[in-house]
């Protein structure tokens, strides 16, 4: 069994719709595939009607998410499994985070041209074709002047790293975890040792968060060192949490490769049967 719980498409930040996105992983052989787009479920329908045989089909989505702590706020990502699309506090707080994107990503449109950078906000709405907007679109528009060569570009601190980085009013952790649980999903903690992506949450967070009922963390990452990989491993197995592993597919916008990195199968069932909310679909 191969099986991918981590990828993206054009309904959030990915460049392969859903359609397309399912009948790759089918072609990469995977028996095995989990939608999860950033703060939304709208890949959900498309992936599912088309989705090719043989392949089971896991609904879910990357939650963005802060720890508050006396310092600062550090962002994170959570993944939701197998959660109810129409709990109502849930749903609503992704249409919140997704209004969020769209406020923040205004804005550094407008920091873009106060420099004299001739993107307009018509432009990147129209890219994001309806999905969560997030900096890869921006960073696009970036590509699209020849003003950085791809997306790790984009992300130096020059550009969208820093210089024109502003935040998004994300769902405190804790607060995410209720709502996921509470619409019965299942919820894993993705890449929590990348550091090419900000500043990691110490140990004790996800101690804290095992205790409200996270069920894994994600430890086979394309952003994971070997390092890192047996550090989370060890984290989980203290910890009593499953372990995961997932390419983070996003289409051309990276050049990790679906069925990259794969989660064991009964990893996959024990998210299957601790969730309430939702089920996988087979194809
Ligand atoms: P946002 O959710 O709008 O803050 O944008 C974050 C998204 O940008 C992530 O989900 C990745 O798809 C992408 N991303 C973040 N950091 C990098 C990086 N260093 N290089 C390339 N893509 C990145
Ligand atoms: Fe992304
Ligand atoms: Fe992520
Ligand atoms: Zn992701």
């Known amino acids: 069994m191969r099986i991918d719980l981590h990828t993206h498409s054009t309904a959030s930040d990915g460049t392969l719709t859903p359609a397309e996105l399912v009948k790759a992983a089918s072609g990469a052989g995977l028996d095995v595939l989990a939608l999860t787009d950033h703060d939304t479920t709208a890949g959900w329908a498309p992936a599912r009607a088309a989705l090719p045989a043989g392949l089971t089909l896991l609904p879910g989505m990357e939650l963005s998410c802060y720890w508050s702590h006396p310092h600062g706020r550090i962002t994170l990502h959570l993944l939701v499994y197998l959660f109810d699309p129409a709990e109502e506090a849930f749903a609503t707080e992704r249409a919140r985070l997704r209004a969020s994107r769209i406020a923040r990503a205004q804005r550094i449109v407008e920091l ?128 009593g949490l499953v372990v995961t592993g997932s390419s983070d597919f996003h289409g051309s916008h990276k050049t990790v490769q679906l069925g990259q990195e794969l989660t064991a199968p009964l990893v996959y069932e024990q998210i299957v049967a601790a969730a309430t909310g939702n089920q996988p679909v087979r194809g």
């Open 112 to 239: 873009f041209r106060a420099d004299g950078i001739d993107v307009s906000w018509d432009e990147v709405l129209a890219d994001a074709a309806g999905g969560t907007i997030g900096r890869p679109h921006l960073a696009r528009a970036l590509m699209r002047r020849g003003l950085v060569a791809d997306t790790s570009d984009a992300f130096r601190t020059e550009w969208l790293g820093q210089r024109y980085r502003l935040p998004k009013d994300d769902t405190d952790v804790f607060e995410a975890l209720r709502l996921a649980r509470g619409a019965g999903g299942v919820v894993v903690f993705a890449h929590p040792r990348a550091t090419r992506r900000g500043q990691l949450v110490p140990d004790r967070l996800i101690v804290a968060l095992a205790e409200q009922g996270l069920f894994g963390l994600e430890a086979d990452h394309p952003d994971h060192a070997p390092g890192e990989r047996a550090h989370v491993r060890a984290l989980a197995h203290r910890l």
